[in-house]
């Protein structure tokens, strides 16, 4: 009995479930999603190396990943129907997904009809929130000015605080200008709030992208020092088409972060402009163009971050991995399943020009 089937067996070793999870591209807990089957529900969705989603029934450093092919879970689960099962139907649509960030599965399951256990659950974990603070000022500064006026700043640390702070609005030049906003926006002042919460959430989905390509810098870093690094390999020099495969491979990752920074740099002219010009008809175009990318920014972030995490794991600095491990990793662990991402990246427009 192997390792997967002893644990499902003694319903041992389950991934445990953590508030974490949900700030991961790569990891759904179904434990947010209608399983009838338990032990289903305690498991993950996972993209693995090749970006293939699969079922972990256990993870850990001593005991590494227990994985389950979509296409095997009828064998491990007892499932006699798997066409008419409504937990493989739900699992059969999840696998192909481009990413399983918060923001991503909010559009995706809607558009697939999967119901969700909690709204809630599909949120960022509270120190990932505090995490972003930093990142969020660029979109709260020009929204404290528009209110409180440049004094005022420092008052609001997080976002919350100031959507709280718009619910209750004490100072009467505070009140005053919320109905100028409000006026601006063509909404009863009732429902500036809601207008808050949306442009909050919206703007920390970008706020969370950046942060985590702001993560992977190292990575990428690393990654291209170990490129350089084969190409000095005598083994590989002498070899025109591991040469001409190692440029082909560093062209694609450099081209999907360029693709990204090109996105973010549009995301933020935008939100500029949304301010210069405030209207409700500029948030409405914003937030649809924002909330239309997240499928495709997520996409091209949780492939990006999983092949990082996967060649710094074997690869973590120089001294480890000679010629032939490396080629061997980058072939068969690394290339496979970048062609989807790239596909993701052109599906957003001819932004990308990649091998």
């Given at each position: 009995?192997?390792?997967v089937s002893y644990a499902l067996k003694n319903d041992v070793a389950q991934t445990a479930g953590s508030d974490e999870e949900m700030d991961a591209l790569h990891i759904l807990p179904l434990r947010v999603l209608p399983f009838k089957n338990d032990k289903i529900g305690r498991a993950r969705m996972i993209k693995n190396n090749q970006l293939t989603g699969v079922l972990e029934v256990y993870s850990s450093r001593e005991t590494g990943s227990g994985q389950i092919p979509i296409d095997r879970l009828p064998e491990y689960y007892n499932i006699k129907n798997p066409l008419n099962d409504p937990d493989m139907q739900i699992v059969m649509k999840l696998g192909p997904l481009p990413s399983y960030d918060v923001y991503s599965l909010r559009r995706s399951l809607r558009g697939l009809g999967i119901a969700v256990n909690s709204h809630d659950a599909?949120?960022?974990s509270d120190d990932m929130n505090r995490a972003l603070a930093g990142y969020m000022k660029r979109f709260t500064v020009p929204l404290i000015r528009e209110v409180y006026g440049e004094e005022d700043e420092a008052k609001f640390q997080r976002f919350d605080d100031l959507i709280g702070m718009f619910r209750d609005p004490d100072p009467k030049k505070a009140l005053a200008k919320l109905k100028i906003m409000a006026e601006k926006l063509g909404i009863p002042l009732e429902s500036i709030p809601k207008f808050l919460e949306d442009y909050g959430d919206i703007f920390l989905s970008l706020s969370y992208y950046q942060h985590c390509l702001d993560r992977l810098k190292p990575m990428l870093d690393g990654f291209v020092v170990g490129m350089s690094e084969m190409r000095t390999f005598q083994k590989v020099k002498s070899s025109p088409q591991m040469m001409a495969e190692l440029d082909r491979l560093e062209k694609t990752i450099n081209g999907l972060v360029?693709?990204?920074?090109?996105?973010?740099?549009?995301f933020a002219?935008?939100?500029r402009d949304m301010w210069e010009h405030l209207s409700a008809a500029k948030f409405r175009h914003?937030?649809?163009v924002i909330e239309g990318a997240q499928s495709t920014v997520g996409g091209v972030l949780?492939?990006?971050?999983v092949k990082m995490n996967a060649w710094n794991q074997r690869f973590p600095n120089p001294?480890?991995?000679g010629p032939s491990a490396r080629e061997e990793f980058l072939m068969s662990e690394f290339k496979p399943g970048l062609a989807s991402v790239v596909a993701v990246a052109r599906g957003q427009g001819d932004l990308i020009s990649l091998a």
């Open positions: 009995m192997n390792a599909l949120k960022l360029t693709f990204l920074k090109r996105m973010f740099q549009d002219v935008r939100s914003v937030k649809e949780c492939g990006l971050t001294k480890v991995g």
